[in-house]
């Protein structure tokens, strides 16, 4: 369901509130776990006192604010393409308005798809601290279980990755009730903590953040950069808009989260101010001890939903990037026949596991990952700031003086969280940046090559016209349909010339079809097939579909009208004729010969177009070709 169908369906609003609550809002749900901890006790520790726990709690609570309910949820969120968000969703919105200008136009999609490439970064991170940090409660409700804390991490997360295949349709059903409670116990927790200490309210004012951040100068720099964890998951209100629609996202955040988060963050500066022994963990020393080992229960599955929302993303990413042409094609298995959202990548999936269990290992506490954290979440803020100042400009067609005035705010906050986090690079942050480096060379090199793969099929290409002319009536024609696939609109496919090479036939009905993908989330039915005759008897056909749609050829052949598709569709007299082919590097100007490599490299690892567009094996023919680029 798209955020217009969601929104304009007004009896569903409570039911989409519960299922955001429990999807959207899962990591920026579980920052409480280690914020408060990684500020007063992480490396930059803050001295204990209650001027600084008034400042911090103020500036917890103002960039919430600012950054959350203000950014994101009532200005971000208005900028979606066709219901749905994301950076790729929004890369495509902003590039098709900048069309006209070449150098912004390339500005938009360097950004764009960099903060793609981060999200990869911060889905491998957010598992490991946030799963890490839930059994580290452990070691509160029982010190001698201290040393199980990694085994029993990697035991759930192992656990979670290889439930990815069966899909999460049981499993989400819980996912409601479940953060329902954890937001529930988390404002329960924090009142319990508040009446002791009420005072800790007068940081609700933001003069105590202004007065933090004079008096303690650049230990209220370095501060910053664990302030900002009390954020991170700020991004998927306006990933997941298209899931659940704006108004079930907005009023959950508001009525909910919000007040939820703000009541657990100032009770457990109420308690630190009122028991400092608590530093050690903040979170669970909220609770009376009986409530320990459940709420280290109920925090490892919060935590786990948390980070099955971050691996679905990245799933939804990957296939963003693949229709977009930024990847190779990939496996991608529906795990649910009545939800279109619910995918499977086998590649991404293991992948991710590998780097979430090496992170895990590597640090071995929430605090070292802490370190880690951060770098891809406020480098992708400010990407976003910019992104949307792009859209103010060319979409919304707002005054560049009140362009300048929102995105200049909101860059002011989001630059300081971002060269606050610059410090932690030495000491762990380089991970995420390296991640989002080589998925950035990886998105724009196969980009690049796929570009000049097609100009050079199309250079060589051999005109239509001027093939049909060529025919000798001394090929035979042989009965039923072939379908040949192009990734060109013009010329003849490879596959048609190598068939008539080798075999001497030509089929009594030849279609030339293309796939093509939008830079809109859903092409409408009505849309979906467009039919040329060439020649009699001789059809070019285009498929279209958004970028978070997957192709399937047969389907859409067969649900054509024959009207709509100029012939009577038979599937079991079409024959499928698709060309692999194999790219040979050379050194050519403006394309390094190391990028060359990693094309050819990506292009042999691509999924087959027989898989990828769910074509019938039986009924495939596949014939391969060399060409260099």
């Given at each position: 369901?798209?955020?217009?169908?969601?929104?304009?369906?007004?009896?569903?609003?409570?039911?989409?509130?519960?299922?955001?609550?429990?999807?959207?809002?899962?990591?920026?749900?579980?920052?409480?776990?280690?914020?408060?901890?990684?500020?007063?006790?992480?490396?930059?520790?803050?001295?204990?006192?209650?001027?600084?726990?008034?400042?911090?709690?103020?500036?917890?609570?103002?960039?919430?604010?600012?950054?959350?309910?203000?950014?994101?949820?009532?200005?971000?969120?208005?900028?979606?393409n066709r219901g749905e968000?994301?950076?790729?969703?929004?890369?495509?919105?902003?590039?098709?308005?900048?069309?006209?200008?070449?150098?912004?136009?390339?500005?938009?999609?360097?950004?764009?798809?960099?903060?793609?490439?981060?999200?990869?970064?911060?889905?491998?991170?957010?598992?490991?601290?946030?799963?890490?940090?839930?059994?580290?409660?452990?070691?509160?409700?029982?010190?001698?279980?201290?040393?199980?804390?990694?085994?029993?991490?990697?035991?759930?997360?192992?656990?979670?990755?290889?439930?990815?295949?069966?899909?999460?349709?049981?499993?989400?059903?819980?996912?409601?009730?479940?953060?329902?409670?954890?937001?529930?116990?988390?404002?329960?927790?924090?009142?319990?903590?508040?009446?002791?200490?009420?005072w800790v309210l007068a940081a609700l004012s933001p003069h105590h953040a202004l007065m933090f951040l004079v008096r303690e100068d650049w230990h209220a720099f370095l501060a910053l950069g664990s302030v900002v964890l009390a954020v991170t998951g700020a991004e998927a209100l306006y990933t997941d808009m298209g899931h659940f629609g704006r108004l079930p996202i907005r009023?959950?955040?508001?009525?909910?989260?919000?007040?939820?988060?703000?009541?657990?963050?100032?009770?457990?500066?109420?308690?630190?101010?009122?028991?400092?022994?608590?530093?050690?963990?903040?979170?669970?020393?909220?609770?009376?001890?009986?409530a320990t080992m459940p709420m280290v229960l109920l925090a490892t599955a919060a935590t786990v939903i948390a980070s099955q929302a971050v691996i679905s993303g990245a799933f939804s990413v990957t296939r963003q990037a693949i229709q977009l042409g930024y990847l190779p094609r990939m496996e991608i298995i529906h795990t649910s026949k009545e939800e279109i959202g619910q995918i499977y990548l086998p590649f991404i999936n293991w992948m991710l596991m590998i780097a979430v269990f090496a992170l895990v290992i590597g640090f071995q506490t929430s605090s070292n990952l802490a370190a880690a954290y951060g770098v891809a979440v406020t480098g992708t803020m400010v990407i976003d700031s910019l992104l949307i100042g792009s859209v103010m400009l060319l979409i919304w067609k707002w005054s560049p003086r009140k362009v300048g005035i929102f995105v200049g705010c909101f860059m002011l906050v989001d630059l300081s969280f971002f060269l606050a986090n610059a410090t932690k690079i030495p000491y762990g942050g380089w991970f995420p940046l390296a991640v989002g480096l080589l998925?950035?060379?990886?998105?724009?090199?196969?980009?690049?090559?796929?570009?000049?793969?097609?100009?050079?099929?199309?250079?060589?290409?051999?005109?239509?016209?001027?093939?049909?002319?060529?025919?000798?009536?001394r090929v035979p024609r042989v009965p039923g349909t072939a379908v040949f696939l192009t990734g060109t609109s013009e010329g003849v496919p490879i596959a048609l010339l190598h068939n008539l090479k080798h075999n001497r036939i030509i089929h009594e009905r030849v279609v030339l079809l293309t796939v093509l993908v939008e830079e809109t989330p859903f092409v409408p039915e009505e849309r979906r097939l467009e039919n040329r005759l060439i020649a009699p008897n001789v059809h070019r056909v285009y498929l279209r579909y958004g970028f978070m749609e997957s192709p399937n050829i047969p389907k859409a052949l067969a649900q054509a009208r024959s009207d709509q598709l100029g012939f009577f569709y038979e599937p079991m007299s079409v024959s499928y004729f698709v060309s692999r082919e194999t790219v040979i590097p050379l050194k050519r100007p403006g394309f390094s010969g190391w990028r060359e490599q990693l094309f050819a490299t990506l292009s042999r690892t691509s999924t087959s177009a027989t898989d990828f567009f769910h074509l019938p094996s039986d009924r495939v023919v596949e014939l391969g070709s060399q060409v260099e680029i």
């Open positions: 369901m798209t955020a217009t169908q969601a929104e304009g369906t007004s009896r569903n609003v409570p039911v989409l509130m519960i299922a955001a609550i429990g999807v959207v809002f899962g990591d920026i749900g579980t920052s409480p776990l280690y914020t408060m901890k990684e500020i007063f006790a992480g490396p930059h520790a803050l001295a204990m006192d209650r001027a600084n726990v008034l400042g911090i709690l103020s500036l917890v609570f103002w960039s919430i604010t600012m950054i959350v309910s203000i950014k994101y949820v009532i200005v971000i969120m208005r900028a979606d968000g994301g950076s790729l969703a929004l890369l495509a919105l902003v590039s098709h308005a900048a069309e006209g200008n070449k150098r912004l136009s390339l500005l938009v999609s360097a950004l764009g798809i960099f903060a793609a490439a981060l999200f990869y970064g911060d889905s491998m991170i957010t598992p490991a601290i946030s799963v890490l940090s839930a059994v580290e409660g452990l070691g509160v409700a029982a010190p001698s279980l201290e040393r199980w804390v990694v085994p029993l991490t990697l035991t759930v997360l192992a656990a979670l990755f290889l439930i990815q295949r069966q899909g999460t349709t049981v499993v989400g059903r819980l996912f409601g009730p479940v953060m329902l409670s954890w937001f529930a116990i988390l404002a329960i927790l924090g009142l319990r903590n508040i009446v002791h200490a009420p009023l959950a955040w508001y009525l909910l989260v919000l007040p939820a988060l703000v009541l657990n963050y100032f009770g457990q500066g109420a308690l630190l101010l009122t028991d400092p022994s608590a530093l050690a963990n903040p979170f669970f020393r909220l609770a009376p001890a009986w998925v950035f060379t990886i998105l724009t090199t196969w980009k690049r090559g796929r570009r000049q793969l097609m100009e050079r099929l199309k250079a060589h290409s051999f005109p239509v016209v001027d093939f049909l002319a060529s025919l000798s009536d």
